[in-house]
């Protein structure tokens, strides 16, 4: 069972993107004209709106269970102006037997591998599935002293409430998280406790979830990106494509296959 299988059906409630992203990456997916192939696509919060747009998508994700979310989702929606096939891959060894002029690897994906050379196998995967000319766009968390400062604090590692959610039939969810830093690594360990509770409040069924995580300094991530052979076309550090700098937590790459010949 992949990681993401048993986070399945509370993805969406927990994890609900970033500022801007979807916006971002449709855009530019719209820019370029499709097909466009998303890189741990997950329950599909890009390759759907990508859909929608009127592009054809492949999405690709590890997690069975993500997919088969992604899939009623779009069930759901009806009529699609575009389309959108699912595949169950591994991003770091995926054949699909075809090339884009467009890959995303959106919501910090590069980051849930956390060995150097399985981010470098993703990476030259990524580049064997893109014409040549082609785009990947990728983002990865922006790792700031004052941001890891908490994570290794007297705190870290405790049980902290994140949010409480309620649902239209009265029952509800808490969500508690505990989260531990490995500077030295540049790891991040999350501990998930969600509670269901029901319409008077008691709890009656609880999941512990977990999440890895490994960041990478713009200097690894270019040298990494360097050795598969792209070239840096843009580095922002927001989604309004902004330059990198100290208030920003993202870096957004946009990366070029070289041209053949």
Known sequence: MAEFDSW????????????????????????????????????????IPAALSGLDVVGLDVSAEMLDVCEDKLEALGDCPGSLELVLGDMRNFELERRFPMAIMAYRTLMHLLEPEHQLEALACAMDHLEPGGTLILNV??????????????????LQLVGRHGFEDGTGLVHYRATRCQPLAQRIDEEHLLHELDEQGQVVASHALAMERCWQSVR???????????????LFGDFDCNPPGDGNQEQIWVLRRPLEG
């Open 141 to 158: 968390w922006a790792a700031r002293p004052e941001l890891i400062a908490p994570l290794v604090g007297p705190t870290a590692g405790a």
């Open 8 to 47: 399945a059906p509370w993805y969406d409630l927990i994890h609900r993107g970033l500022p801007g992203e979807a916006e971002f990456y449709v855009g530019q997916a719209v820019r370029a004209g499709g097909p466009l192939l998303d890189i741990g696509c997950g329950t599909g919060r890009i390759a």
């Open 220 to 234: 690894e991530l270019g040298h990494l990106v360097a050795r598969a052979g792209f070239e840096v076309q843009a």
